[in-house]
Nanobody, 123 residues
Framework: QVQLVESGGGSVQAGGSLRLSCAAA????????MGWYRQTPGKQREGVAI????????QYANSVKGRFTISNDNATDSLYLQMNNLEPDDTGIYYC????????????????WGQGTQVTVVS
């Protein structure tokens, strides 16, 4: 099992920004397509953004396009999610995970999840 550790969440006012980070065992992030997912109250876990190992190809959920940016740093084997212009609907627990099949849907991520990091956006 691959341990994934998310960090960087917090409480922020609408319109604010947060940067989430994901750490994993050496080589995991730079060798795999990775994604950010979120579980919002009353909804199933959904895909937010995914990225190829090279970082050259990304895909975003329509709800976050233009506001969120996924990136990876192969030198440090880290994954990031820069979230700008946050909205109350962005509130939820955010997870990183390996992408099993290239698609945003969370069902195409690997089945083992970390603890996630809580993001709360207040209006």
């Amino acid at each position: 099992q691959v341990q994934l550790v998310e960090s960087g969440g917090g409480s922020v006012q609408a319109g604010g920004s947060l940067r989430l980070s994901c750490a994993a065992a050496r080589g995991v992030i730079k060798l795999n397509a990775m994604g950010w997912y979120r579980q919002t109250p009353g909804k199933q876990r959904e895909g937010v953004a995914i990225i190829t190992p090279s970082g050259l190809t990304t895909q975003y959920a329509n709800s976050v396009k233009g506001r969120f940016t996924i990136s990876n740093d192969n030198a440090t084997d880290s994954l990031y999610l820069q979230m700008n212009n946050l909205e109350p609907d962005d509130t939820g627990i955010y997870y990183c995970n390996k992408v099993r099949i290239w698609a945003l849907d969370a069902k195409y991520a690997y089945s083992t999840w970390g603890q996630g990091t809580q993001v709360t956006v207040v209006s």
